[in-house]
């Protein structure tokens, strides 16, 4: 019989690639997408199987749609699979956030101030969103919802990156502590090549970047290594998928002076802009950095660092993931952290993103009806940001 047809590491990019240039939506459209494609169109796993596979990337951290697709070109196609897959589906969304930043450095007028702070108005409407949706699925019940208030309040009192990460592992002790989520129903087994022993190494590998290059960014005064670091562990520790990386990213690039505020902000509205993951903002950070590395080698590096814990999680996670997700405690501490993360998303919705875009009644009605356009008219977000960029520029 011979060999399926979709089955090497060039076919498989090339599905990807179509659907880099065409997801829009966000994380939640991106499974839509994946599991019209994959389980109705090509059939390449069932439909217990795909909502098996969404139900561990969502355990992890890092950015849920991009694992499920690296899952997916890994068991089509091998580790190759995995590679191109991640890259068929990022590097669309990533070349326009690099060309864009280097729009913005090496022409100030690149767009009118106007449109950019229209595209830092409608980043209030678009983690607003995310926000309301979060904290209806993740924080149902009062003790849910006083995790997701304590969150916000300990990270706008004490901000910074490694804050945060005490605040999620916190949120999973208390989980395990006060909280009984019901009992996970079984599910199909995801059907995987990779062994526990290798699963193992890919783990070992995860935590020993994790806690070694901090160490030897301190040690070694390098900006790559340092850029690698900080990055790394934005993609390694954040749950909850790419809106709530903002704060641990703003916390790591903005206070050194490696990219300004204004900047920040501008490169994360028009990341609502592009199709595929929201984590590709990453390459417009080192695009943009106002040191070396930046431009195409900035932006491919960071790209790069905070795409990496995902890989290695996948391939170290699907050989255990049926046993775990059984575990009870696992899956209480799991509630406790994804109650956090709405906390998080909450004190990154006032500070950074509305304390630098609203500053007058014309500000807050621009980001009401952008609000309203995403959540009521249920328009594409793409749309909505190109309408309210222009419309802070007609404004402005």
């Given amino acids: 019989m011979p060999p399926e047809p979709d089955r090497s590491p060039w076919a498989v990019f090339l599905i990807f690639l179509r659907l880099g240039l ?22 390449w796993l069932s439909e217990r199987s795909y909502a098996d596979l969404v139900a561990l990337c969502q355990f992890l951290p890092g950015p849920a749609s991009s694992q499920v697709g ?8 091998g580790y190759g699979g995995a590679l191109a897959a991640w890259a068929g ?67 706008l009192l004490l901000p910074g990156a490694w804050v945060q990460v005490g605040i999620i592992g916190v949120a999973a002790l208390a989980g395990m502590a006060l909280l009984r989520p019901a009992p996970a129903a079984p599910e199909q087994a995801m059907p995987t090549a990779i062994t ?16 070694g290059l901090p160490l030897l960014a301190a040690a070694v005064p390098s900006q ?9 562990r934005a993609g390694a520790l954040v749950f909850g998928g790419g809106h709530v990386v903002l704060p641990l990213l703003q916390a790591e690039v903005v206070p050194p002076g490696w990219v300004g505020h204004d900047s920040f902000l501008a490169g ?35 790209l790069a660092a905070i795409f990496l814990p995902s890989f290695l999680l996948v391939a170290g996670a699907l050989p255990f993931w049926e046993r775990l997700r059984q575990h009870a405690p696992a899956q209480a501490a799991l ?18 993103v509305w304390t630098a875009a609203i500053h007058t009644p014309k500000d807050f009605a621009l980001a009401l009806t ?14 909505v940001v190109l309408a309210t960029g222009v419309a802070g520029w007609l404004l402005g």
């Fill in 22 to 43: 065409t997801s829009f939506g966000g994380p939640v459209a991106h499974l839509g997408y994946f599991r019209h494609e994959f389980v109705a169109r090509r059939r």
């Fill in 70 to 77: 690296m899952a997916l070109g890994l068991s089509r196609a």
């Fill in 89 to 155: 589906f990022t590097l669309p969304s990533a070349a326009l956030l690099i060309l864009f930043a280097l729009g913005l450095s090496s022409q100030g007028q690149l767009l009118p101030a106007g449109a950019l702070h229209g595209l830092k108005v409608v980043a209030v409407a678009v983690v607003a969103q995310a926000l309301w949706g979060m904290g209806r699925s993740l924080c149902p019940d009062v003790p849910r919802i006083t995790f997701m208030a304590a969150a916000a309040c300990a990270a």
């Fill in 196 to 211: 526990r022993r290798a699963g193992s190494a890919w783990l070992a590998l995860f935590f020993a970047l994790l806690i």
């Fill in 224 to 232: 790559p290594l340092a850029l690698l670091d900080a990055f790394y």
């Fill in 268 to 302: 994360y509205g028009a990341a609502q802009a592009v199709p595929g993951p929201l984590f590709t903002f990453a390459a417009f950070l080192g695009a943009a950095m106002t040191t070396a590395p930046n431009g195409w080698a900035g932006g491919l590096l960071c």
């Fill in 335 to 352: 509630a406790g952290v994804n109650a956090a993360v709405v906390g998080l998303l909450l004190a990154a919705l006032y500070d950074p």
């Fill in 370 to 383: 952008a609000l309203v356009a995403l959540m009521a008219w249920k328009l594409p977000p793409w749309g």
